[in-house]
Structures are given as C-alpha cells and as structure tokens.
C-alpha cells in the first residue's frame, strides 16, 4: 500500500506562483508513472501533469509553459511548480501514482484558489 501526501496549497493572487508536494511512503518513481490532476467545483477531475519511470513529462494545454513536473528520488516527492497562475487554475490538486497494474494511489488533496 502506498499513501501520497500532497502539500503546498494556498491562496495566491492572479500572476503568482506556488510548489505542490506529494510525498510518497515508499520509493515507487522506477515502478510508477507520477501525476497530478486537479478538479474545480463542478467539473470532472482533469490531468495536468505526468511523470514516467524515465523522466519524461507530459502537461494539459492549459498550463504548457507555466507549470513544471519533477521529483527528487531522494525524498520520495514530486513537485509540481506552478507560476503565472490563473483565476482558472482555481481547484483541488490530487498527486497520482499508477503503474499499470492494480488500481492507481491517490492523495487526499491540496487546495489551490487563484484570487483575480
């Protein structure tokens, strides 16, 4: 069983910047495939960002060229560097991990509001 611990939420206003932490309980980055996905009120739960085993990223259009994915292996901990934040990007961010067998781990969620 793993647990994911995400970390780093707030409320920022519109241009500003803040650091998701997801710590894991146990060294899964060679195994899983590391993600965060984010859900506003109302809306489905979407992907923002991915991870693979081998360093490889991935980012939902809207937030291409202003949010960062990684991780320190040292610590067990992805990161997901948000900037340039929007109204928009208002939403409950959830740290995912899969590994294509089983069923996915998740966390319990960090709130991110984005005052205009």
């Known amino acids: 069983q793993v647990q994911l611990v995400e970390s780093g939420g707030g409320l920022v206003q519109a241009g500003g910047s803040l650091r998701l932490s997801c710590a894991a309980s146990?060294?899964?980055?060679?195994?899983?495939?590391m993600g965060w996905y984010r859900q506003a009120p109302g809306k489905q739960r979407e992907l923002v960002a991915t991870?693979?085993?081998?360093?490889?990223?991935d980012y939902a259009d809207s937030v291409k060229g202003r949010f960062t994915i990684s991780r320190d292996n040292a610590k067990n901990t992805v990161y997901l560097q948000m900037n340039s934040l929007k109204p928009e990007d208002t939403a409950a961010y959830y740290c995912?991990?899969?590994?294509?067998?089983?069923?996915?781990?998740w966390g319990q969620g960090t709130q991110v509001t984005v005052s205009s």
């Open positions: 995912n991990a899969r590994s294509g067998l089983g069923d996915p781990y």
């Open positions: 146990a060294s899964i980055f060679s195994t899983y495939v």
């Open positions: 991870l693979t085993r081998n360093g490889r990223t």
